[in-house]
C-alpha cells in the first residue's frame, strides 16, 4: 500500500472515531484532535488494527508521537 | 524527614549538596544514594530494609527481563514481578485491613495483625514497577549496576509522596546529567515556592477543614461551615501535595533531574476527566501505561460481542468502560486501606464511565438547546459544575469513617436540621478571608498571565529573588514557631 493510501484510509478512520472530518498528516499529534485523550486512543488503536490486519505491539501504544509514526509502524507490519 | 523542617533545610539539605557538587562525578551517583538511605532511615530505621529489598528484587527483575526476547518469556517475568512487588505491598499496607474484615466474617478466629505502614510504599513500590516494566518495553536501559537502580528508587526528593517518576523520564539522566546553575536557581525557586505552598497556605487554611471535619454532631455543623470546610480542605490537599511536589521537582533540578509536572492547575478543569489530567498525573500515567492500556487492549473480543448486541458505538466503548473500571477500584485502594477510600474511588469510577457512556446524549442536548460551548459563560458553568463534584469527593476522601461522611453530607445539604449558618463560620470566613483569597488566586494560572501579559516588573530577576528571599524568610519563621506538621500524601 502506497503511504499516500495509508493517510488516505486513517483520514478515513480519524474522521469516524472523532466524528468530525479529520485530515491527518505526518505531524498530527493527539494534541491537534480534541478529543483524543487515552480513552479514544484505545479505540483509534483497534479500528486502526482491523482496518490493516495487524496487532501494534505495547511499546508501540505508549510511544507513538504522531501519525507519522503510526505510518511507519502500519508499513513494517502490512 | 519532612521537607519543611528544620533538619532538613539547614543540615540535610545543603550538606547534601556541598558533598554532591565537592565530589568527582563519578562518586555523586553513589553519594545521593547514600544519603537518600539515610534520608529514609531518619524516619524509619527498620523500614529502609523492606526498601532495599524492594530495590534489590526489581533490580534482579531488570536484568532478568531482558535477557530473551519471546513475549511468553517476557510475560512470565513481568507476572512474578508483578507478584512480589504487590504481595510485599500487601502485607504492609492491606493486611491488617484484610484481617480485620475477614473476621468481621468468620467471628473473629483469624489474630489480628498490627504491622505498621512503611512511608512511601505506594510510592516506591509504583516507581520499582516502572523500572521493570519500562525496561522490558524498550524505555530506557537496563541497569547492571545496583547501585543505579538504588538511586532511581530511593532519590529522595520523589521517595516519599512522589511524583512517581516513571523510569523512561530519568533513565538516560541517572548515567549522563548536566547539572547547570541555570537549573539549579530554578530548582531553589521552584523549592521555595513549594514551601509556601505547604506552610504558609496549606496549613494555614488546614485548620478551617479541621475545624468543620472536627464536628461533634451533625446537627451542630451549619450548612454555611459545612461547605467553608470541605472548600477548605480542597485548598489545603492542593497546596500540600502540589506544594510536595514543587519541593520535589526543585530538589530534583538542584541535582540535574529534570522531574515530570505532576498537578497543572487541577481547579480550573471543566470536566472531571480533565481534573484527572491536572491532579496528581504521575499516579494517572502510571496507571494509564501499565493498567489501563494493558487491560482495554485485552477486551478485543467483549467488545466484538457487545458490537453485535448493541451496535457499533457501544462496542467501541467497552473496553474503556472495563479499563476504567479497573483502574478507579485500584485508584481507591492505592490511596489506603479503608472502604472509603474504596468508595471514593468507585465513585470516581462511575462518574467517569457514566460521562463516557451518555457524552453523545449531552452532545445532542446542548446542541438542541442552543449552547455555545465556546462561550466564557458555558466555560465557568463547567467548572463549577466539575469543583461541585471534586467537593462531594473529598468529603468521603476526608472523613475518618463512612458514618462521618454520611452526617458530613445530611449536613452540607441542611438535612441534619442544623442551622443555614452560624457566629462559628462567620468568624471562620473573617478569620481565612485573607488566606482563602490567596489559594483561590494561587490555584489559577492568573499569575503567569499577568507575567505574560505585561511582563516588565513582573518578570524581572531582581524582583523574583526579592519575592523568593521573602517567601524563605516567611516560611521559615512558620516552621520553627510550629509544631510538626507532616505531609497529607505521607499517608498513602
Known amino acids: 500500500m502506497t503511504e499516500q493510501a495509508i493517510f488516505q484510509k486513517l483520514s478515513e478512520i480519524f474522521s469516524d472515531v472523532f466524528d468530525e472530518d479529520i485530515v491527518v498528516t505526518a505531524q498530527t499529534t493527539a494534541s491537534d484532535v480534541e478529543q483524543w485523550d487515552s480513552l479514544t486512543h484505545i479505540t483509534l488503536i483497534s479500528e486502526v488494527e482491523d482496518a490493516f490486519g495487524f496487532k501494534f505491539s505495547m511499546k508501540d501504544v505508549l510511544g507513538m508521537k504522531n501519525v507519522g509514526e503510526m505510518v511507519d509502524i502500519i508499513r513494517k507490519n502490512t | 524527614m519532612v521537607f519543611s523542617s528544620t533538619v532538613f533545610l539547614f543540615a540535610f539539605l545543603p550538606i547534601t549538596l556541598a558533598g554532591y557538587y565537592f565530589l568527582p562525578r563519578r562518586f555523586r551517583n553513589g553519594f545521593v544514594t547514600l544519603a537518600s538511605l539515610l534520608f529514609y532511615a531518619w524516619g524509619e530505621p527498620k523500614f529502609v530494609l523492606i526498601m532495599c529489598l524492594s530495590i534489590f528484587m526489581n533490580y534482579l527483575f531488570g536484568l532478568l527481563v531482558v535477557r530473551r526476547e519471546d513475549d511468553a518469556y517476557r510475560r512470565g517475568i513481568l507476572t512474578m514481578m508483578v507478584i512480589s512487588n504487590l504481595s510485599l505491598f500487601f502485607v504492609f499496607k492491606y493486611l491488617n ?143 500540600d501535595f502540589g506544594g510536595y511536589s514543587d519541593m520535589a521537582i526543585g530538589l530534583g533540578l538542584m541535582f540535574g533531574f529534570h522531574f515530570d509536572e505532576n498537578f497543572c492547575y487541577p481547579y480550573i478543569s471543566r470536566t472531571v476527566a480533565e481534573f484527572w489530567q491536572r491532579w496528581h498525573i504521575s499516579l494517572g500515567s502510571w496507571f494509564r501505561d501499565y493498567l489501563f492500556y494493558p487491560v482495554s487492549r485485552k477486551m478485543g473480543p467483549l467488545s466484538k460481542r457487545v458490537k453485535q448486541r448493541w451496535g457499533k458505538q457501544a462496542g467501541r466503548l467497552a473496553p474503556s468502560v472495563v479499563g476504567l473500571a479497573v483502574v478507579w477500584l485500584c485508584t481507591g485502594i492505592w490511596h489506603g486501606a479503608s472502604w472509603g477510600y474504596i468508595l471514593w474511588g468507585v465513585c470516581y469510577g462511575v462518574l467517569l464511565i457514566s460521562a463516557l457512556i451518555f457524552q453523545p446524549v449531552f452532545k445532542k442536548l446542548v446542541k438542541k438547546c442552543g449552547i455555545h460551548t465556546q462561550s466564557p459563560g458555558f466555560a465557568l458553568f463547567q467548572i463549577a459544575r466539575t469543583m461541585l463534584l471534586v467537593l462531594l469527593g473529598y468529603v468521603l476522601f476526608r472523613s475518618v469513617t463512612l458514618g462521618a461522611a454520611v452526617d458530613y453530607y445530611r449536613a452540607m445539604f441542611a438535612l441534619a436540621g442544623n442551622a443555614l449558618t452560624d457566629p462559628s463560620a462567620g468568624f471562620a470566613l473573617r478569620n481565612h478571608a485573607s488566606v482563602l483569597v490567596l489559594c483561590a488566586v494561587s490555584s489559577t494560572p492568573i499569575l503567569g498571565f499577568l507575567q505574560h501579559r505585561f511582563g516588565g516588573l513582573f518578570v524581572s530577576e531582581t524582583v523574583k529573588n526579592i519575592a523568593c528571599m521573602l517567601l524563605l524568610i516567611l516560611s521559615t519563621a512558620y516552621i520553627v514557631s510550629s509544631s510538626y506538621n507532616p505531609f497529607i500524601y505521607f499517608a498513602f
Open chain 2, 97 to 239: 485491613f484484610t484481617i480485620e474484615n475477614l473476621n468481621v466474617l468468620l467471628g473473629g478466629i483469624l489474630p489480628q495483625t498490627h504491622i505498621r505502614l512503611p512511608i512511601g510504599i505506594s510510592f516506591f513500590t509504583f516507581q520499582a514497577m516502572s523500572y521493570v516494566f519500562d525496561v522490558s518495553l524498550g524505555r530506557g536501559e537496563v541497569q547492571k549496576n545496583p547501585l543505579n537502580v538504588a538511586l532511581y528508587i530511593s532519590l529522595f526528593p520523589q521517595l516519599i509522596a512522589g511524583p512517581i517518576v516513571r523510569y523512561e523520564t530519568v533513565a538516560e539522566e541517572i548515567q549522563n546529567r548536566q547539572e547547570s546553575l541555570e537549573d539549579f536557581v530554578r530548582g531553589i525557586r521552584r523549592f521555595t515556592v513549594g514551601l509556601a505552598k505547604k506552610v504558609l497556605l496549606s496549613n494555614s487554611i488546614g485548620l478551617l477543614a479541621d475545624q468543620a471535619f472536627g464536628f461533634g454532631e451533625a446537627s451542630q455543623l451549619s450548612v454555611a461551615m459545612a461547605w467553608l470546610g470541605v472548600l477548605a480542605y480542597a485548598f489545603q490537599i492542593y497546596f
